[in-house]
């Protein structure tokens, strides 16, 4: 017998599919644990994927209340963009941007230009979010140099913030938890308060008087690094970790104002916020404020191909149009044509049924619809916008008190996410700041899905109570 014949039980009594026993010995899975995955612990095998569905190898039915990682934009199953990616496989499957294009390399980059906002009219591409924010940073700091302020070249970011794994771009996330392992990484990293109303109660509920305080903090960090030493401040639209974190548009007018006055770039990290998560193609235009530099990713191509781009002002690339100037940086897979056809393809999807129309249509029920679970004594707080929502879960609602750390071992990593897939939901437990649930379906999804969403985590909220 084979290893890929090898059948034994899992957990639940049931066999355990090839794939499942396959990934439990061979496959190095993403941030996860693998312990006893090759037989104890049976991994969820996903195999077909509908609208907003997805099947496992078992016939299980799930909601993707995800977008599989905040990316499937127009929903699983899109046959068309699956035929433009096998129509220019067959007519040119590769070539880089190395010094050359390819037409649908070309064609997304004018696209892109159109869709950002102000003068963001040049494009670079990566095959990922990281990427775009790493050469982002790489950007920067070139940019400086090439106007004879070498000095500049640290970045600032807020707390808790997510921006990417690779050394440079871990050095910008704010969540040293993920960073320890790996040090020292890339110097030149600084944090500043997020905007997490519900852990600021002094401010009685305030966004503004937030919005201004923490803005506040920006410009105290540059003033104190030396606004010589400062090259960029990175922020997302609305912060991912730490779960949903909005901001009012005058906190990111504020952002403007301070890095207009210091030199500093302004970076929009749009990887997840792009492609109407919050019904916008960029989120920053939502909030009213226009970026130096722009990172994106994810929905760009609805999870059809692996796409990314850094998307420059005219100010930031003038430097490098200048004579034997170039940008000593890409990636193999950067602008890849079957990627960047899969991309103009759902990017046409997505404006012939309006969906960016269909988040702003519904953004309010949702949110609505998730607030109900306030009711719940594990209910802490409901915050988010558009198609990206997070729930907090408290252990006292009236203190607000959040978990200890084996009481967030036994609810984040040990019951919820099991139990919601088993229920039938597929989301994201995390805790990475405080504990939250986060939500973000394809943007196909209406009241039913949103019903369904709250239906599903209600049963196991009321059931996660019993087990912190």
């Known amino acids: 017998m084979t290893a890929l014949e090898d059948r034994t039980p899992a957990s639940d009594g049931r066999p355990m599919s090839d794939a499942a026993r396959a990934a439990g010995r061979h496959l190095w899975m993403h941030f996860a644990r693998m312990h006893g995955r090759d037989g104890a612990q049976p991994i969820p ?25 905040f ?11 699956a035929e433009v990616a096998a129509r220019q496989a067959s007519e040119l499957a590769y070539f880089p941007v190395w010094g050359y294009t390819t037409p649908p390399a070309a064609e997304l980059a004018e696209r892109l230009a159109h869709l950002a906002p102000g003068d963001l009219d040049r494009v670079f591409f990566t095959s990922g979010g990281g990427e775009a924010v790493e050469s982002a940073w790489k950007v920067a700091k070139q940019y400086f140099t090439l106007r004879g302020k070498p000095a500049k070249h640290k970045v600032i970011s807020r ?10 771009a871990l050095a910008i996330t704010g969540l040293p938890a993920m960073k320890q392992d790996f040090e020292p990484l890339a110097p030149g990293g600084f944090r500043v308060p997020n905007t997490n ?14 919005g201004r305080w923490a803005a506040d903090r920006v410009e105290e960090a540059i003033r104190f690094e030396g606004p010589d030493t400062v090259a960029a401040v990175v922020v997302e639209p609305v912060q991912n970790s730490g779960g949903c974190l909005t901001a009012p548009p005058s906190y990111f007018a504020r952002l403007r104002e301070i890095c207009d006055r210091h030199d500093v770039l302004l970076v929009s990290d749009e990887v997840i916020n792009a492609f109407g998560r919050h019904g916008h193609a960029f989120a920053c235009t939502k909030f009213g404020y226009t970026p130096d530099l722009i990172t994106c990713a994810k929905g760009m191509t609805s999870g059809y191909g692996p796409l990314g781009a850094m998307i420059a002002s005219e100010r930031v690339i003038e430097p490098f149009l200048q004579p034997g100037v170039s940008f000593p940086h890409g990636y193999t897979w ?5 990627a960047a056809a899969v991309a103009l393809a759902n990017l046409d999807l997505m404006e012939h049924e309006d969906l960016y129309g269909n988040v702003l249509a519904h953004e309010q029920a949702f949110g609505d619809t998730l607030r109900r679970l306030l009711d719940l004594p594990i209910v802490g707080d409901v915050r988010g916008d558009g198609y990206f929502w997070a729930i907090e879960l408290v252990k006292d609602k009236a203190t607000r008190e959040t978990f200890d750390a084996a009481e967030r071992e036994r609810l984040v990593k040990q019951y919820l996410p099991g139990a919601l897939f088993g229920n039938g939901l597929y989301c994201r437990p995390d805790d990475r ?29 009321t059931e996660a109570s019993g087990v912190v």
């Open 45 to 69: 095998v996903i195999t077909r994927g509908e609208g907003v569905y997805l099947w496992d190898d078992r016939g299980h039915r799930v909601l993707d209340g995800l977008a599989g990682l």
């Open 71 to 81: 990316v499937v934009q127009a929903g699983h199953g899109r046959r068309e963009l």
């Open 159 to 168: 707390m808790t913030a997510y921006h990417g794994t690779s050394h440079g």
């Open 197 to 210: 109303l519900y852990r600021h109660p002094e401010f009685d509920g305030d966004a503004e008087a937030l």
């Open 334 to 338: 950067g602008g890849h044509p079957v």
């Open 433 to 461: 700041g405080d504990v939250v649930v986060q939500l973000a379906p394809p943007l196909i999804a209406g009241q039913a899905e949103f019903d369904e969403m709250e239906r599903i985590l209600r049963h196991t909220l």
